[in-house]
Each structure stands twice: as C-alpha cells, then as structure tokens.
C-alpha cells in the first residue's frame, strides 16, 4: 500500500475582488456624484452584512492567485516552488499555512506546521527577543517545555543574545529574520514553510540557513522552499513545482523544473524596456543568436538619458542556470574599443570570442551605469544558449568542475552614438 502524502492539493483555487475607480469625465455633476457614492456606500453595507470581502471602487474586477493547482508532497520531501514575482507562490503557502481560505478546492495535511512567510511574522513588537521566542512557539503549536529544551539553540543560531531583553521593534531587519528562522527551524515541525527566507540576512546567515534546512530534511521532515535563488531551489530540494499567472505549469524532477522555469523567462528574445525619460535607462537588448552558436557573445545595449552620460559604461556576469557565477567583465577595466562620451542616447556593446564553457543554458545578467555617477540599470535572468546543444540534453545544468568557478576571459567592450 503506497503512503500517503504528508501534504495533498487538489484543484486549489483562491480569487480576490479588485476594485477599480471609474475615471471621471470633467462634466460630472455633484448630483452624479452623490448618486456614484451612495452605490457605493449600498454595496459596502450589503457585503459587510453577508460577510463578503469588501472592495472599494466603482467596478469590480476577480483576479485568480491560484487557479485548479493540484500536487501531492510525501513524508520528508523537500518541495521547491518556483515562479516569477505575482506567480501565486506566497499565496500558496498562506493557504497551507491556514493563514487564508482557499475560494475552492482541497488542502489535506498530516503533522504540525511551522511558516516562515515574512519577517518577524508572528511577532510582538513590544515585547523582548526572548518573550517572543516563547509566544512565537506557543503559536506554531509548541508547548513551554518544549520552546526551553530547544531555547539555547535558538539563541545562539539566531546570534542575538546581547539583546535578548530588547523589544524587537528595535531590532533590524536581519535581526528579525535570523530570529523568526531560528524559532520556526529549531522547534521541530513535522513540516516546514518557508518563502524567500534568503532574501534578507548576510551571506553567512544564508549558509546557515542552508545547512539548517539541509538537516532538516535529513531528519525526515517535510519542506516547502520559495526562492528566486535557483542555486539554493537546486542544492537543497528533490523536486520543484513552478507556478505562473496562479496556475501549476511544471512539476518534477528539480533540474527539469530549473530549466523549465529558465525557458519560459526570456528564451533567445531580442528586449526592449520601457524608458522613464526623467532619467537614464536601458532602452533595449540585442544578442547575436548566431555568434552564440559559435560560442561567442555579441551583445549591444542601447539606452537613453535626459542629460549626456558623462562616460557610459556596461557589465555582464555569465551565471550557469542554477546560479553560480561562471565569468564576468566590466568595460571598467575592459575598455578596449571605441569610446564616445557625453552621450544622451547611445549604445554599448560588449563582443567576447571563444567563451571556454561546454554548450548549453546559461543566464546572462546585464548591466549598464555611468562611471562618474550613480546611475545603473540591471536586467537579470536573460537566458541564452550558448553553443550547439543536443536536444533534451540536462547535461548543462550540472557543468563539470573545470568550468566552476569565475573565469578571466577577456571581452571588448566599445560606446557608439545611437
């Protein structure tokens, strides 16, 4: 008899009511109005009075978070869920933390949960480091021997013992961070929710939290990770699902979904940014597909700025599709074509030949800024395929150790007027 999953989602489905003020026409009368506001008002009273959700505005728009999102997660699983900014993932984790109620659909769970969704949730602001400890397990389920066996180990993983006794309203940010992680991990949860906890803290709180989740895994519990972080998604989980527009696009095996994810965000696409013309921006991309099949990169950057650049500089990082940086260059200290300076509409390109990584997927991060001043724009996960690859091939995802690692490859990097 199979066993059955620690966590079950069928058909789950959340819809919010948007609402939507009419624009007004110049001739509109102060009986219109009034007219307009007292709908207004009828219909505020008349949800309040059914318990509906109460949306202010003249029209009324459903917007789906998530949409007929099924999956199962078995006992001591480390699920990653992916997707971009809006996709439905940290709604999804609300709903299974019974933070919110679904609109339709099932959640079935089996075992105590502990959430980690955003900083110093479930946290008094008045109150100590220490007395949060305390309340904070009482609310993930905990009893008070239970918080007191594990509290030293809180403590110290969370490193905030010199102010223990402080409110944590005065606290910063990774100090609250590093304390709800501690809380949420060391309290032993048969499941575990956490959603971009690697977003804020320092490098070394990151790794700690890795290796953390890593035991906690090992142990045989259950957890549920949303990051934008594909090295951590790939290091850390057996599977991923990916989440787009509310709805469940991929789920699998956790290379598959990372690549799957990569394709869908800007595959072999010429961009094109909308520019603010009270400031200077990228105004588009362009990448030689065909210099990429040889393995060479021919990339030109185009932007514009309502005062002349004084001298207009770009950068790139060439990550492989987990993440890990592979090899950089900056026109900084690259600068070895044309320059024009002063420019208040130009574009700067970037050509390397012969780039000594094996055919596939990578990312290419963007970069373009002044060299005198403050300005930059960046553009992140433009996937390219580098070389000729076989079709179907997974090869790419797990470079072999000769190309891990940063690599000093030389790049010419020129600025031209538009």
Same mark, same amino acid.
């Given at each position: ?6 966590i ?5 489905s ?7 003020e009419?624009?007004t ?8 109005m009034?007219?307009?506001?007292g709908r207004r ?16 505005g003249?029209?009324?728009?459903a917007?789906?978070a ?5 999956f199962d997660v078995q006992?001591?699983?480390v699920?990653?869920?992916?997707g ?7 709604t999804l984790?609300?709903v299974?933390?019974?933070?919110t109620?679904?609109?339709? &659909?099932?959640v ?5 949960? !502990?959430s980690?969704l @955003? ?6 602001? =008045?109150? $100590?480091?220490r007395?949060?400890?305390f309340l ?7 009893t ?5 066996r594990k509290f ?5 993983f969370?490193?905030?013992?010199r ?6 309203k005065r606290y910063?940010?990774?100090?609250y ?8 991990a ?9 959603d971009?906890v ?10 700690k939290?890795l290796g ?5 895994a090992g142990?045989g ?6 990051s934008?972080?594909?090295a951590a ?12 527009? &509310?709805?469940?696009v991929?789920q699998g095996e956790v !290379?598959?979904?990372i @690549?799957h ?5 800007? =595959?072999? $696409?010429?961009l094109?940014?909308?520019a603010?013309p009270?400031?200077a921006?990228?105004?588009?991309i ?8 040889r393995r060479?990169?021919?990339?030109t950057i185009?932007f514009?700025s309502?005062?002349?650049v004084?001298r207009?500089?770009?950068?790139i ?7 890990e940086p ?12 044309e ?8 574009v700067v390109?970037?050509?390397v030949q012969?780039i ?6 990578y ?8 060299y005198?001043?403050d300005?930059d724009e ?6 390219i395929?580098? &070389? ?20 000093d490859?030389?790049?010419r ?6």
């Amino acid at each position: 008899m199979a066993a059955q999953p620690v966590i079950r989602v069928e058909q789950l489905s959340k819809r919010y009511l948007i609402g939507h003020e009419r624009a007004t026409r110049g001739g509109e009368t102060f009986r219109e109005m009034l007219m307009s506001n007292g709908r207004r008002l009828v219909r505020t009273a008349r949800d309040m009075a059914r318990g509906r959700q109460i949306v202010q505005g003249d029209e009324i728009e459903a917007f789906w978070a998530l949409k007929d999102v099924s999956f199962d997660v078995q006992q001591g699983e480390v699920l990653g869920v992916i997707g971009r900014n809006g996709a439905g993932k940290s709604t999804l984790l609300k709903v299974l933390s019974r933070i919110t109620e679904p609109f339709a &659909g099932r959640v079935t769970i089996r075992g105590r949960v !502990a959430s980690l969704l @955003e900083v110093g949730t479930g946290f008094h602001p =008045e109150l $100590t480091g220490r007395e949060n400890i305390f309340l904070n397990g009482a609310i993930l389920g905990m009893t008070r021997a239970e918080v007191r066996r594990k509290f030293d180990e809180i403590v110290a993983f969370a490193e905030v013992e010199r102010f223990l006794d402080t409110p944590v309203k005065r606290y910063s940010s990774g100090m609250y961070v590093r304390l709800a992680f501690a809380v949420a991990a060391h309290l032993e949860p048969e499941i575990l929710i956490v959603d971009e906890v690697l977003a804020v803290g320092d490098a070394e709180f990151q790794r700690k939290c890795l290796g953390k989740m890593h035991d906690v895994a090992g142990s045989g519990r259950t957890v549920l990770f949303v990051s934008h972080n594909m090295a951590a998604i790939n290091s850390l989980c057996h599977r991923a699902v990916q989440l787009s527009g &509310g709805e469940l696009v991929f789920q699998g095996e956790v !290379a598959e979904a990372i @690549e799957h994810y990569s394709s869908t965000l800007a =595959e072999e $696409t010429d961009l094109v940014f909308p520019a603010d013309p009270a400031r200077a921006a990228i105004t588009g991309i362009r990448i030689d597909r065909e210099a990429l099949k040889r393995r060479d990169l021919d990339l030109t950057i185009a932007f514009r700025s309502p005062v002349p650049v004084a001298r207009p500089i770009g950068g790139i990082v060439l990550r492989a599709i987990g993440g890990e940086p592979l090899w950089g260059s900056n026109g900084r200290f690259h600068p070895s074509g044309e320059q024009v300076n002063g420019l208040t509409e130009g574009v700067v390109r970037c050509q390397v030949q012969d780039i000594p990584l094996v055919p596939g997927k990578y990312i290419l991060s963007i970069w373009l800024g002044d060299y005198y001043t403050d300005f930059d724009e960046k553009i992140d996960l433009t996937v390219i395929t580098l &070389g000729r690859t076989e079709p179907g091939s997974l090869d790419h995802l797990r470079p072999p150790p000769a190309v891990q690692g940063y690599l000093d490859w030389g790049a010419r990097w020129s600025v031209l007027p538009a």
